[in-house]
């Protein structure tokens, strides 16, 4: 079975630093990884995904994500926050022979102007 | 707007009482799934379905049944209101069972069970 674990609940940033939400997972076989945003009184949107090839990916909005095999995590990070940036973040993992999807338990990222 | 659409956005319900919650998309997803979030345990999956009359439980069905009768609903019913599912209900669709697209998701419904 695979698990994800996002270790910190909730992430206070100021406005324009750098930011790292951590993400980290664990499954006996090949996974899709992704991270989703969930704006305020919103569902949950699709924010990157890594099926293969790049380790590195990007998303429209500044935020990218690299898969890290060895260390099975898959962290978002971007340079530079903004007020808009404020939601909570989940990372997910689905095995690529079965179909459900498996949610962390989400980062709060609030940012401080 | 294509996508996925759940009725109602807000729900207040007495212990004991039964209701459903609609969920529609116009995708043709052959994948639809209803999650519950609550305050620190993420989304957790409660059914899904994989196509018109398949459905399968997920990690927390207790109290809840679905059907799909249709490729494009996927209701999911509450047989007796329980104030522990008092909770934000969300449905996902996608193309792919691997996930390949990731999901759609609804707005969301909140319930409250008094």
């Known amino acids: 079975a695979q698990s994800v674990t996002q270790l910190d609940s909730q992430v206070p940033v100021f406005e324009e630093a750098p930011v790292e939400l951590r993400c980290n997972y664990s499954?006996?076989?090949?996974?899709?990884l992704f991270w989703y945003v969930q704006y305020p009184n919103q569902g949950l949107q699709l924010l990157l995904k890594?099926?293969?090839?790049?380790?590195l990916v990007e998303s429209i909005n500044g935020f990218e994500a690299e898969f890290n095999k060895s260390q099975t995590s898959f962290h978002l990070r971007k340079p530079s926050v903004h007020i808009s940036d404020t939601a909570e973040y989940f990372c997910?993992?689905?095995?690529?022979?079965?179909?459900?999807?498996?949610f962390g338990t989400g980062t709060r990222l609030t940012i401080i102007p | 707007n294509a996508g996925v659409t759940q009725t109602p956005k807000f729900q207040v319900l007495k212990t004991g009482q039964s209701m459903t919650l609609q969920c529609a998309q116009d995708?043709?997803?052959?994948?639809m799934s209803w999650y519950r979030q609550d305050p620190g345990m993420g989304l957790r999956l409660i059914h899904y379905?994989?196509?018109?009359?398949?459905?399968d439980q997920g990690e927390v069905p207790n109290g809840y049944n679905v059907s799909r009768s249709t490729t494009e609903d996927f209701p999911l019913r509450l047989l007796s209101a329980a104030p522990s599912q008092t909770s934000v209900y969300f449905c996902?669709?996608?193309?792919?069972?691997?996930?390949?697209?990731?999901?759609?998701f609804g707005s969301g419904t909140r319930l409250t069970v008094v």
């Open positions: 996902a669709s996608s193309y792919a069972k691997s996930g390949l697209y990731g999901y759609t």
């Open positions: 499954s006996s076989v090949s996974v899709y």
């Open positions: 890594y099926l293969s090839g790049s380790t």
């Open positions: 997910a993992v689905n095995p690529r022979a079965r179909e459900k999807l498996t």
């Open positions: 995708m043709n997803h052959e994948y």
């Open positions: 379905s994989v196509g018109a009359g398949i459905t």
